[in-house]
Structure formats: C-alpha cells, structure tokens
C-alpha cells in the first residue's frame, strides 16, 4: 500500500497521527508518514510512533518500503508491536531533521559555488559533503566557505516546484547529480527552486529560507579518485 508522504507537502510537520498498515520482522508500515526514508544521500529520520495508550515505539531508522511507494518504520527488536489498523501519532527528532534539513540545502548552495559535475554526496546530522568531478587545484576552501555564506545570508525563500518527466527530458542540465537519478515513473518530477542561485530535481527536505542554515565551514577537502574531489562541510556553530 503506497505511504503518503507529507514531509514533500511541508518538511516543518513534527507530528501527525496515521495508520498502521503492515507489521514485519524490519519495522511498521503507515498509510501516511512525516518520516523521510534514507535515499538521495540523506539519511532516514529517527522518532517514536506513539500508541493511544501512551506506549512509545522508538523508530531508529526510516527506509524505503517492500513496494515502491511504502515507507518503512525501522524498530529495534523486541519493540512492541501494534496492529494492523491501529491509530499511531509520529514524532520525529526535530532538532536532528533540522540539522540534515539545513546541511542538504546548504548543499544545494555549494553545488552553484563548485561550478562541476557532482559525482556524490552525503549527509548526516554533523557534517555533509559533495564530490566533484574537477581538479582537485581549483578548490578553494576559503572561496567556497565565503561563497556559499555569502548566498545563505541573502536569505533567499525556497520553493519546491513539479515538472513532469517529459520537461524533465528536454531540460537535461537541471540534473547535478551523475550519482543520483530523479525518481521517474510518477509522472511528475520534484525541484527544490533557490530563486537566482539553483533549480534542481530532489527528493530531499529543505530549509524554507537560506537564513535558516547560518554559516558553515569547509573542514576537508581531499582526494577521493580520478572523479572525485571531496568538499565535505559542517556547520559553523
């Protein structure tokens, strides 16, 4: 049974009740879900599905479910289990979602900073980074940190727009990302829009405005391949 995804609507929602749909040996199942599932370089959200009784069930990770458009809600073993039908409220760990919320648009913004071909990226709650595929001379730690802080406390409004897929064809420089693919097959095709600085396809969560991420700092750049010059970043408080 396909899970409604409600964080592509609004990324903010720190809770919302929904169904249980399917219960398995990996973790639970729901007609609707605040949770992102690990995929696009962005790890999967943690928090509790919380049971009309109080009970709380920790959920430490969110996947991709058995069908392709469900959403699974990993438990540790042992967790209680609720029934299929029955009403949960979902809590995601806000503070953690913000952190990955503003380092994958911070991302984004680093993307235009490092004009090349993203061969890879990846995010976590402390740090984030991008590959490029360029000469590892023409990275400037300094340049890019200035740049991209620069940009964000412009404080630009984003905006999640829809394509559909043929747009997406003939439109073909919108994809950064050698690594990643947009998810095809739905007919329509989600872009994060930084007005000015960015528009490109992603299935992720964003800051709704450039402010929001404050400053970072580029820790490392590095080496990683032929094709990949690393730029990895945290932010700065």
């Given at each position: 049974?396909?899970?409604?995804?409600?964080?592509?609507?609004?990324?903010?929602?720190?809770?919302?009740?929904?169904?249980?749909?399917?219960?398995?040996?990996?973790?639970?199942?729901?007609?609707?879900?605040?949770?992102?599932?690990?995929?696009?370089?962005?790890p999967g959200d943690t928090g509790?599905?919380?049971?009309?009784?109080?009970?709380r069930i920790p959920v430490s990770?969110?996947?991709?479910?058995?069908?392709?458009?469900?959403?699974?809600?990993?438990?540790?073993?042992?967790?209680?289990?609720?029934?299929?039908?029955?009403?949960?409220?979902?809590?995601?760990?806000?503070?953690?979602?913000?952190?990955?919320?503003?380092?994958?648009?911070?991302?984004?913004?680093?993307?235009?900073?490092?004009?090349?071909?993203?061969?890879?990226?990846?995010?976590a709650p402390d740090k984030a980074?991008?590959?490029?595929?360029?000469?590892?001379?023409?990275?400037?730690?300094?340049?890019?940190?200035?740049?991209?802080?620069?940009?964000?406390?412009?404080?630009?409004?984003?905006?999640?727009?829809?394509?559909?897929?043929?747009?997406?064809?003939?439109?073909?420089?919108?994809?950064?990302?050698?690594?990643?693919?947009?998810?095809?097959?739905?007919?329509?095709?989600?872009?994060?829009?930084?007005?000015?600085?960015?528009?490109?396809?992603?299935?992720?969560?964003?800051?709704?405005?450039?402010?929001?991420?404050?400053?970072?700092?580029?820790?490392?750049?590095?080496?990683?391949?032929?094709?990949?010059?690393?730029?990895?970043?945290?932010?700065?408080?």
């Open positions: 049974m396909p899970t409604e995804l409600l964080f592509r609507a609004d990324a903010y929602l720190r809770t919302a009740t929904a169904r249980v749909t399917a219960v398995n040996d990996n973790g639970i199942e729901l007609d609707r879900t605040i949770f992102y599932p690990t995929g696009g370089g962005q509790y599905l919380v049971r009309a009784t109080g009970e990770d969110t996947r991709k479910g058995q069908t392709a458009d469900g959403v699974l809600h990993v438990t540790a073993p042992g967790s209680p289990a609720p029934a299929v039908g029955e009403a949960v409220t979902l809590e995601i760990d806000w503070n953690r979602r913000h952190r990955l919320m503003r380092l994958h648009t911070a991302l984004h913004v680093m993307s235009c900073v490092v004009v090349a071909p993203v061969t890879g990226g990846q995010i980074r991008l590959d490029f595929d360029i000469d590892l001379a023409l990275l400037d730690a300094a340049r890019i940190e200035g740049e991209v802080n620069a940009i964000t406390a412009r404080g630009i409004d984003t905006e999640t727009v829809w394509i559909t897929d043929e747009e997406l064809d003939a439109r073909p420089e919108l994809v950064k990302t050698m690594s990643v693919q947009p998810p095809r097959g739905a007919g329509r095709v989600r872009l994060l829009r930084i007005p000015g600085v960015d528009l490109q396809p992603c299935g992720g969560t964003h800051v709704r405005n450039l402010a929001e991420i404050g400053p970072i700092r580029v820790v490392r750049i590095r080496n990683e391949g032929k094709r990949n010059k690393r730029v990895e970043i945290v932010l700065a408080e």
